[in-house]
């Protein structure tokens, strides 16, 4: 029974320090946590929770869905509250700078220990203040601490259709240049098929779909000092090169494109090439779709001098640090379960993304796109570290769609983009 039907089962009686006792008595068994997940990823955590971790632990995991945004308004409410309805945070790691500081130093619960196995960027996007890159001012004299575990490996993969590609004779690209040469071929020579395609939506489809190009043509978004880098040269050439070359071989409605519209257009084959994510991949070669055997998968492409900066999308799961020590100690079990080698060879049987090198290397064949999600892994660039990302992300995204759609130039959307951003941090402390 969970905790919420606990409590109404005890009508309006149980109040005051009645409440706090009985409670306090249920939770410290502990023989049962909760953690609310999102429903996508969060479905596969449930099955994996159920299917082994219940059983090797012997702690029932009551798991709650919640739809993305709801999840995200439901952990800040959790950690502003200092509240214990949920044992276990399940974190997607752009929330993760405004949420670590209410979860616990994981090390400490883990019976075993971290596993070695672990790739090194899923380990370090994990930690709070950031191990790499500049600081929020709050943080700024702390050191790194292990706060969660990442239990979805997902990063940025590409998709190319190698039919195409052989029929206009062009190797699987390498570089963002090959991607533009092999793409205005196909564009030209292969009726009712365009080269590449845009997820061009605005806000964060926009912003995540250009990341992996505005990093490796222009490097990090921000310096040190929290300057914006992207107004420079080659950040403005970067956008160019995205709104009007690659723009030229995408469809012309790119401006309106999220995640559905480029599943479709790989998986019917009117697009040849698009950089993508490993739920994107599955459902884009899935047993209906006619361009299932003609899809491959790479890794993101590099700039002409081999940098290349897939963009990481993990999700973390933390201790709460307002719930019970009892609750913390089962936490930590069954954290340690789900990322143990035995469960997630379970995982990947059941449809998971893995984030330990063993598991990888044992189950290449799992999924069409592990090898290339596996060497993406090993390049993987987080998004920048701070609790104001998401409004950084809006006006990034704003200005990147003002420029596909035409109203304003490269220049001006990354001039744009520098002045307000640059304001929000100023306000903020940052400088």
């Not at 206009?168 to 205005?184: K, M, N, S």
């Not at 070669?285 to 790479?298: G, M, V």
């Not at 987080?382 to 609790?387: A, D, L, S």
């Not at 990354?414 to 402390?429: C, D, F, H, S, W």
Request: with cysteine.
């Amino acid at each position: 029974m969970g905790r919420r039907a606990i409590l109404s089962a005890g009508g309006t009686m149980l109040t005051g320090g009645l409440l706090s006792g009985c409670l306090g008595t249920i939770r410290r068994s502990a023989d049962s946590i909760s953690i609310a997940a999102t429903e996508g990823e969060g479905r596969l955590f449930r099955r994996l929770t159920d299917e082994f971790v219940a059983d090797e632990t012997g702690i029932e995991v009551n798991v709650e869905l919640k739809p993305y945004d709801a999840l995200y308004e439901q952990n800040r409410k959790l950690l502003a509250e200092q509240n214990d309805e949920f044992d276990l945070v399940f974190i997607d790691d752009p929330w993760f700078p405004q949420f670590a500081s209410d979860l616990e130093p994981i090390r400490q619960y883990l019976p075993d220990g971290v596993p070695a196995e672990y790739i090194r960027t899923t380990l370090d996007i994990a930690h709070w203040p950031t191990p790499r890159g500049p600081l929020p001012p709050e943080v700024s004299d702390e050191d790194p601490v292990l706060r969660g575990l990442v239990v979805v490996g997902n990063t940025q993969i590409f998709a190319y259709n190698a039919t195409y590609f052989d029929q206009v004779g062009y190797d699987p690209p390498e570089t963002y240049q090959d991607v533009l040469e092999a793409g205005r071929a196909i564009d030209a020579e292969i009726d009712g098929t365009h080269g590449y395609v845009i997820r061009g939506a605005q806000g964060n489809p926009i912003v995540t779909n250009f990341f992996p190009v505005g990093f490796s043509q222009a490097g990090r978004m921000f310096d040190a000092d929290w300057r914006f880098q992207w107004s420079s040269r080659e950040g403005i050439e970067a956008v160019r090169f995205f709104v009007q070359e690659l723009a030229d071989i995408s469809p012309a409605d790119v401006t309106k494109y999220n995640e559905d519209e480029v599943v479709t257009a790989l998986s019917h084959g009117t697009v040849a090439q698009a950089s993508t994510w490993p739920g994107t991949a599955s459902l884009a070669i899935a047993e209906n779709s006619p361009s299932a055997r003609d899809l491959k998968f790479t890794v993101i492409p590099s700039n002409a001098d081999g940098r290349r900066a897939p963009q990481q999308g993990n999700w973390i799961v933390g201790i709460n640090s307002h719930t019970t020590e009892a609750a913390k100690k089962a936490g930590g079990k069954v954290i340690q379960s789900f990322v143990s080698k035995e469960g997630q060879e379970r995982y990947v049987d059941i449809g998971g993304v893995p984030f330990r090198h063993d598991t990888f290397e044992n189950n290449l064949d799992a999924q069409p796109w592990f090898e290339a999600l596996y060497e993406s892994l090993q390049d993987a660039q987080w998004r920048p570290r701070t609790p104001l990302w998401s409004i950084i992300e809006r006006e990034l995204g704003v200005r990147l769609h003002s420029a596909l759609g035409g109203p304003i130039s490269a220049d001006e959307a990354m001039r744009g983009a520098e002045t307000k951003i640059e304001n929000v941090l100023e306000n903020a402390g940052y400088y």
